[in-house]
């Protein structure tokens, strides 16, 4: 098949026809990837004889294709997207100016627990009303107050609220201390790092990490009990049995020394976050629920603990085979020889979870769990907030009377 030129407007030279970049346009406005995909080449093999169309054919060609097979909104988006592009400015508290960006809105509607889906048609509805009303510069706090109505309206209060409460905290510059904790296998590591890039948490530690610096620093004669697994240091107590009486009692006793020992080196990264005043997600086997007595205090700063679970043994067995991808062989193979004292780590561990009242979120599925997590973290940055649209989008009333080239109008949204 020969190859087709697009010829812009203007003095710029034609371009090749491509397949994937009408396919990209089409999910834009709509068309599932398969779709999208199909058109384009129903396209591409309409116009296999000719050698060159200019932007204007090529857009009526689709055109008329959408027309015939899809709703009438399918190709009004279609269309407005191919019409030049006209930016929305943000105008923000500092007088700075940058433009409104589709994507960064939508990841922030997913830091407050939505799903991809949801904070994408909360996004796409905004964004058209704002081309409707042709704005051309909008406060920073009068589309924030558009977001919270439209999901109030689209999405129901509670999930509004969790919107203001999450703006709110990142007006305030407050650091925020997520603690993950977990047994090997319940994928603290893989969510810590998803969570930190949703967030946008750019510090993140993990205790394993800092074990492995004291133990560089301290010899196995003068604290044995660091240098084994967390679900194997009972056996460097004093007086400690091949088989004890009480396996799972043996097991928190060793793991309660040497989480005690870490616990002083989690207080020293702690206490920098907070001296920098950065957010920082703290995960491991040592982030367990009695550590936040121990860490420094700061009194802005919110502190929110949760407890990784994988609840049926079959598939803990599973995930901590399945690490042998990322972890040396022998040692995954480590890991599932002392599977019962990981087990009864994991029963300690969520005992003590149970009784301080630290969420246990079973990480079935990795999406769920980031959202659970998200909401959680919400939750908590809510407890001492008094929130309302009028106090976070302060300056978002008082705008309203600006032209309509400047602030756009909310109708049918109050």
């Known amino acids: 098949m020969s190859k087709i030129l697009v010829r812009e407007d203007g003095e710029r030279p034609p371009v090749p026809f491509l397949r994937g970049i009408l396919t990209h346009s089409l999910q834009g406005a ?3 990837f398969e779709q999208a995909y199909k058109l384009a080449a129903q396209v591409r093999a309409e116009l296999s004889e000719r050698e060159e169309i200019t932007t204007l054919a090529l857009r009526q060609c689709v055109t008329e294709h959408l027309k015939h097979a899809f709703p009438a909104d399918v190709v009004r988006r279609y269309r407005d997207a191919s019409l030049p592009p006209k930016a929305i400015m943000v105008r923000h508290r500092t007088g700075q100016l940058t433009a409104f960006s589709v994507a960064q809105h939508r990841r922030c509607l997913e830091s407050c627990a939505l799903t991809s889906e949801e904070a994408a048609a909360i996004t796409r509805r ?3 009303h ?3 009303k042709r704005v051309r510069v909008i406060e920073s706090s009068y589309l924030g107050l558009l977001t919270y109505r439209y999901l109030r309206k689209e999405l129901g209060e509670a999930v509004a609220r969790r919107y203001l409460v999450w703006i709110d905290y990142l007006h305030s510059g407050a ?3 997520l603690l993950i904790g977990g047994t090997p296998g319940t994928g603290k590591s893989t969510i810590a790092t998803e969570v930190a890039n949703r967030l946008e948490i750019v510090r993140t530690q993990s205790t394993d990490m800092l074990r492995e610096v004291m133990r560089m620093m301290l010899p196995v004669k ?4 660091l240098h084994m697994s ?3 240091a009972w056996q460097a107590l004093p007086g400690s049995q091949e088989e004890p009486l009480d396996l799972e009692a043996a097991v928190a006793d060793g793991y309660r020394s040497q989480a005690e020992l870490v616990a ?3 207080e020293a990264v702690v206490q920098r976050a907070y001296q920098e005043r950065v957010s920082l997600i703290l995960e491991g086997v040592h982030a367990y629920p009695e550590l936040v007595d121990r860490l420094p205090q700061c009194p802005d700063a919110t502190v929110v603990t949760v407890m990784l679970a994988v609840l049926k043994p079959e598939q803990l067995r599973k995930q901590i085979r399945g690490r042998g991808t990322e972890i040396p062989q022998r040692r995954a193979e480590r890991y599932t020889e002392h599977f019962e004292e990981i087990w009864n780590l994991q029963s300690h561990l969520l005992d003590q979870a149970d009784l301080r009242q630290v969420p246990i979120v079973a990480n079935e599925d990795k999406e769920k769990t980031i959202r659970e997590i998200k909401r959680i973290t919400i939750h908590e940055l809510a407890r001492n907030r008094d929130v309302s649209p009028e106090k976070v989008f302060e300056r978002a ?7 309509m080239e400047i602030i756009g109008t909310a109708a049918g949204l109050g």
């Open 264 to 266: 002083v080196a989690c």
């Open 397 to 403: 009333e008082s705008s309203k009377g600006e032209p």
């Open 126 to 128: 905004l964004h058209e």
């Open 175 to 177: 650091p925020l201390l």
């Open 130 to 132: 704002l081309v409707s």
């Open 230 to 232: 967390s679900f194997q």
């Open 222 to 225: 003068l604290l044995p009990v």
């Open 30 to 32: 709509g068309l599932s």
